[in-house]
């Protein structure tokens, strides 16, 4: 179900830089911007990026996104463990009426 | 601050239908700048948008394709609230529904800003 493609999973020690790609095409991330979501065990997603690299008030500057074509990123610099959650990208989709699509979500591990 | 508070059963029979209901606080489904979406997650399926309901001067609603014949997503502007129904539902069906709200501008595109905090919904006899 999900169109967006993005690792299953990725780690990193505190301090440390993680990165999460997210691929999709020219009718989802190649003609819309791209948001990414946090979600922590048991709670709802929890909006981290908007608009391909900006931030949210209160979402911390270790956080970051950039878009290049029909892939996105997000990087966690200085990792906590409080990062350790899932990370979800989404994009407008211009396909089939038009819709929402989500990635298929990364599983950050502190080590 | 605005907050969604969803409401409704956690279980559902196959074949009936699905009904959920989301209470807005802090903003309203009327508003001509915010959408009010509702989103599901399962682990078969990941995140999947099921669909909106907004208003521009008139209301309108758009439905993800993999559900728009069986998806219904109403406002209530006396209660400021809306409503989610799936019928004819069936154990693929099962999953954690979210209420969500939409903001953004064509500027700087559009997202999920507040979320309900999710319900669980089994399809099971």
């Known amino acids: 179900q999900s169109v967006l493609t993005q690792p299953p999973s990725a780690s990193g020690t505190p301090g440390q830089r993680v990165t999460i790609s997210c691929s999709g095409g020219?009718?989802?991330?190649?003609?819309?911007?791209v948001n990414w979501y946090q979600q922590l065990p048991g709670t709802a997603p929890k909006l981290l990026i908007y608009?391909?690299?900006q931030r949210p008030s209160g979402v911390p500057d270790r956080f970051s996104g950039s878009k290049s074509g029909t892939s996105a990123s997000l990087a966690i610099s200085g990792l906590q463990s409080e990062d350790e959650a899932d990370y979800y990208c989404?994009?407008?989709?211009?396909?089939?009426?038009?819709?929402?699509?989500f990635g298929t979500g990364t599983k950050v591990t502190v080590l | 601050q605005v907050q969604l508070q969803q409401s409704g059963p956690g279980l559902v029979k196959p074949s009936q239908t699905l009904s959920l209901t989301c209470a807005i606080s802090?903003?309203?489904?009327?508003?001509?700048?915010?959408?009010w979406n509702w989103i599901r997650q399962s682990p078969s399926r990941g995140l999947e948008w099921l669909g909106r309901?907004?208003?521009?001067?008139?209301?309108?609603?758009d439905y993800g394709f993999s559900v728009k014949s069986r998806i219904t997503i109403n406002p209530d502007t006396s209660k400021n609230q809306f409503s989610l129904q799936v019928n004819s539902v069936t154990p693929e069906d099962t999953a954690v529904y979210y209420c969500?709200?939409?903001?953004?501008?064509?500027?700087?595109?559009?997202?999920?800003?507040?979320w309900g905090q999710g319900t669980l919904v089994t399809v099971s006899s």
């Open positions: 969500v709200r939409e903001v953004g501008s064509n500027r700087y595109g559009f997202y999920f800003d507040n």
């Open positions: 802090g903003d309203s489904v009327s508003s001509n700048s915010a959408s």
């Open positions: 309901t907004y208003s521009r001067s008139k209301w309108y609603n």
């Open positions: 020219s009718s989802n991330i190649g003609g819309n911007t």
């Open positions: 608009s391909n690299n």
């Open positions: 989404s994009a407008w989709d211009d396909s089939l009426n038009g819709r929402y699509v």
